[in-house]
């Protein structure tokens, strides 16, 4: 098995071959770390970009803005457009296809103002899973350098932690329409009352959590130790009366306990395997295998 820093030091002689890079910044475990290792690589040569709309989290938001401060990140801040869209707001199964398309038109503006490529924090963990923005990334020629590197999901927290960057043990970060399942349509209301309610679990002391807006009815999925809190008498009180203030008529707690991709497991197999996340060029699960061990095209 390969040790991970043998990973990072192919991470940084990708990034070493890139000119310049604005990397598709949101302050997860992924996107933080991939923005720290071109800072290093790069320094002013890397820019950092966040998209900030209704979608992306206050948590989140506090999150990216914490550790471009610690680490002097050079930085940019542009405001998503993708709740302008009707194919996102109408909450297909595809919708992340058309955020991520908007997302990265406008990264693409900014590459070519900055003489740059584009870089996202798709790691190996994701090539498997369903991700129609995968689609998106392709279409505007988007660099995976974790990918290229052959990072998986562990190894990037593992050598985080071996940074000290403290978003090592974060738990695995989504924007806030995830929340919403398919077919519900995306306001911008909807999206303040799931943030609401997830800062009010952090309140609570809850680490692990998804909000889960199915119109008038919430669900929670809570992490193990979580939702063994979360099922005390006292606390479910406390849950019924805070997610009630929020509008909710009934409040719900899944027995399942939290999972990524949950809003997934209604779609069918052929409906997930039409977005499965292959790197450009590749098309199948085993070239997306070969890509992740072999070094990408140099970028400008």
Same mark, same amino acid.
């Given at each position: 098995?390969?040790?991970?820093?043998?990973?990072?030091?192919?991470?940084?002689?990708?990034?070493?071959?890139?000119?310049?890079?604005?990397?598709?910044?949101?302050?997860?475990?992924?996107?933080?770390?991939?923005?720290? =290792? #071109?800072?290093?690589? %790069?320094?002013?040569?890397?820019? *950092?970009?966040?998209?900030? /709309? &209704?979608? $992306?989290? +206050?948590?989140?938001?506090?999150?990216?803005?914490?550790?471009?401060?610690?680490?002097?990140?050079?930085?940019?801040?542009?405001?998503?457009?993708?709740?302008?869209?009707?194919?996102?707001?109408?909450?297909?199964?595809?919708?992340?296809?058309?955020?991520?398309?908007?997302?990265?038109?406008?990264?693409?503006?900014?590459?070519?103002?900055?003489?740059?490529?584009?870089?996202?924090?798709?790691?190996?963990?994701?090539?498997?899973?369903?991700?129609?923005?995968?689609?998106?990334?392709?279409?505007?020629?988007?660099?995976?350098?974790?990918?290229?590197?052959?990072?998986?999901?562990?190894?990037? =927290? #593992?050598?985080?932690? %071996?940074?000290?960057?403290?978003? *090592?043990?974060?738990?695995? /970060? &989504?924007? $806030?329409? +995830?929340?919403?399942?398919?077919?519900?349509?995306?306001?911008?209301?909807?999206?303040?009352?799931?943030?609401?309610?997830?800062?009010?679990?952090?309140?609570?002391?809850?680490?692990?959590?998804?909000?889960?807006?199915?119109?008038?009815?919430?669900?929670?999925?809570?992490?193990?130790?979580?939702?063994?809190?979360?099922?005390?008498?006292?606390?479910?009180?406390?849950?019924?009366?805070?997610?009630?203030?929020?509008?909710?008529?009934?409040?719900?707690?899944?027995?399942?306990?939290?999972?990524?991709?949950?809003?997934?497991?209604?779609?069918?197999?052929?409906?997930?395997?039409?977005?499965?996340?292959?790197?450009?060029?590749?098309?199948?699960?085993?070239? *997306?295998?070969?890509?992740?061990?072999?070094?990408?095209?140099?970028?400008?």
């Amino acid at each position: 098995m390969t040790d991970p820093r043998e990973k990072e030091r192919k991470l940084d002689e990708l990034l070493a071959r890139i000119a310049r890079a604005v990397v598709a910044y949101s302050g997860g475990v992924d996107s933080a770390y991939l923005a720290f =290792r #071109a800072h290093r690589v %790069l320094g002013e040569r890397a820019l *950092a970009v966040t998209a900030e /709309s &209704a979608s $992306l989290s +206050s948590h989140q938001r506090e999150l990216a803005d914490g550790f471009a401060r610690r680490y002097g990140l050079h930085r940019r801040i542009v405001h998503s457009r993708e709740m302008t869209l009707p194919e996102f707001c109408a909450n297909s199964s595809s919708r992340c296809f058309h955020c991520k398309d908007a997302l990265f038109a406008q990264l693409e503006e900014v590459a070519r103002e900055f003489g740059a490529v584009v870089l996202d924090g798709q790691n190996t963990d994701d090539l498997a899973d369903y991700r129609p923005g995968r689609s998106a990334a392709e279409k505007h020629r988007v660099r995976s350098p974790l990918v290229e590197a052959g990072l998986a999901k562990s190894e990037i =927290r #593992a050598l985080s932690r %071996l940074h000290g960057l403290p978003t *090592a043990d974060e738990p695995a /970060s &989504a924007c $806030l329409a +995830s929340r919403i399942p398919y077919g519900v349509p995306i306001t911008e209301e909807a999206l303040r009352i799931v943030d609401r309610g997830e800062e009010a679990l952090r309140g609570m002391g809850f680490g692990i959590f998804r909000v889960r807006h199915h119109e008038h009815l919430v669900r929670l999925e809570f992490g193990p130790e979580d939702l063994a809190k979360a099922l005390d008498p006292a606390m479910a009180a406390r849950l019924a009366s805070a997610f009630k203030g929020l509008g909710y008529k009934y409040v719900t707690l899944d027995l399942e306990g939290y999972r990524t991709g949950s809003g997934n497991e209604v779609l069918g197999a052929e409906e997930k395997d039409r977005f499965r996340s292959y790197p450009a060029g590749t098309g199948t699960k085993e070239g *997306a295998q070969s890509s992740a061990a072999t070094d990408a095209p140099e970028g400008a």
